[in-house]
């Protein structure tokens, strides 16, 4: 379905987008996983299964349990990591890692919901911190993400708020109060159906490369299902200053994985 214009388009309205296998092609949480190994912050044989929880999710995607065992495996590793360490890791790989991976597709989108006079919202369970740099750089108009504990200048494990499944809908519709959105009038874009909350709360859902239960839920309720195929180069295709890229986007993808895979710990698994 196009975003489109018309009396719609004229109400307050927005434009949700889940961030990983929607608007860039791979898992935010595992992509470092060679850049970390060789700054010496995992061994050989995590940055192995991390490879391979890659693969599993980008392959068949992830339902909660799924994501449940990542986040434990992440949960763990990451746990008392020095943030400003894996800044500078990421700041200097940063171009080899995240660079090729934004989709096309969904930065056209939402230059699409801009040019409709709709606010463009990135929706992640990664962090405030981490989520409000990669939407700056995206344009987006606002970001619902997680809040990563951090204790003198380390990554404690734990999550003070968790932006996932239906605490996205919630945040959603608490943002949509806040602004004035007709949720009725809003869209929403995610690949997993552990948003189906989050898309079922707006008008316009729209699932984006989903995985396979999300597609089962697509096709019983009629949302149109999307598929994203062309990565590019995201400073070829949002003009920003090299040394901001690195910075931030570096910083955001990377903190991305604590706040993923930290919630099994919190829950005593």
Same mark, same amino acid.
């Given at each position: 379905?196009?975003?489109?214009?018309?009396?719609?388009?004229?109400?307050?309205?927005?434009?949700?987008?889940?961030?990983?296998?929607?608007?860039?092609?791979?898992?935010?949480?595992?992509?470092?996983?060679?850049?970390?190994?060789?700054?010496?912050?995992?061994?050989?044989?995590?940055?192995?299964?991390?490879?391979?929880?890659?693969?599993?999710?980008?392959?068949?995607?992830?339902?909660?349990?799924?994501?449940?065992?990542? +986040? *434990?495996?992440?949960?763990?590793? &990451?746990?008392?990591?020095?943030?400003?360490? /894996?800044? %500078?890791?990421?700041? =200097?790989? #940063?171009?080899?890692?995240?660079?090729?991976?934004?989709?096309?597709?969904?930065?056209?989108?939402?230059?699409?919901?801009? +040019? *409709?006079?709709?606010?463009?919202? &990135?929706?992640?369970?990664?962090?405030?911190? /981490?989520? %409000?740099?990669?939407? =700056?750089? #995206?344009?987006?108009?606002?970001?619902?993400?997680?809040?990563?504990?951090?204790?003198?200048?380390?990554?404690?494990?734990?999550?003070?708020?968790?932006?996932?499944?239906?605490?996205?809908?919630?945040?959603?519709?608490?943002?949509?109060?806040?602004?004035?959105?007709?949720?009725?009038?809003?869209?929403?874009?995610?690949?997993?159906?552990?948003?189906?909350?989050?898309?079922?709360?707006?008008?316009?859902?729209?699932?984006?490369?989903?995985?396979?239960?999300?597609?089962?839920?697509?096709?019983?309720?009629?949302?149109?299902?999307?598929?994203?195929?062309?990565?590019?180069?995201?400073?070829?295709?949002?003009?920003?200053?090299?040394?901001?890229?690195?910075?931030?986007?570096?910083?955001?993808?990377?903190?991305?994985?604590?706040?993923?895979?930290?919630?099994?710990?919190?829950?005593?698994?």
């Amino acid at each position: 379905m196009s975003p489109g214009r018309g009396p719609a388009a004229a109400r307050r309205s927005a434009a949700f987008f889940d961030l990983d296998k929607t608007i860039i092609a791979k898992s935010s949480s595992l992509a470092f996983s060679k850049p970390f190994q060789a700054g010496g912050l995992i061994t050989r044989g995590a940055m192995l299964r991390s490879a391979y929880a890659q693969f599993v999710y980008l392959v068949g995607g992830a339902d909660h349990d799924q994501m449940e065992k990542i +986040r *434990a495996f992440m949960s763990q590793l &990451v746990e008392g990591w020095d943030v400003a360490t /894996v800044q %500078e890791i990421v700041a =200097e790989t #940063l171009h080899h890692v995240v660079d090729p991976i934004v989709y096309d597709e969904a930065v056209s989108l939402m230059d699409e919901h801009h +040019r *409709a006079g709709r606010d463009v919202v &990135v929706v992640s369970a990664s962090g405030t911190e /981490v989520v %409000e740099p990669i939407g =700056e750089m #995206l344009n987006a108009d606002h970001v619902i993400a997680s809040r990563l504990q951090v204790v003198d200048g380390k990554y404690t494990g734990e999550i003070d708020y968790y932006a996932y499944a239906d605490e996205k809908a919630r945040a959603i519709e608490a943002m949509a109060a806040d602004r004035g959105y007709d949720l009725d009038d809003c869209f929403a874009y995610s690949d997993s159906i552990t948003d189906a909350p989050m898309l079922e709360a707006v008008g316009h859902p729209h699932a984006v490369n989903p995985d396979r239960e999300l597609r089962k839920l697509a096709a019983s309720k009629g949302w149109p299902v999307l598929q994203f195929t062309r990565p590019v180069t995201l400073r070829s295709r949002i003009p920003v200053k090299p040394t901001l890229a690195a910075i931030t986007v570096g910083t955001a993808i990377t903190l991305g994985g604590a706040i993923w895979f930290s919630r099994r710990r919190r829950l005593g698994a």
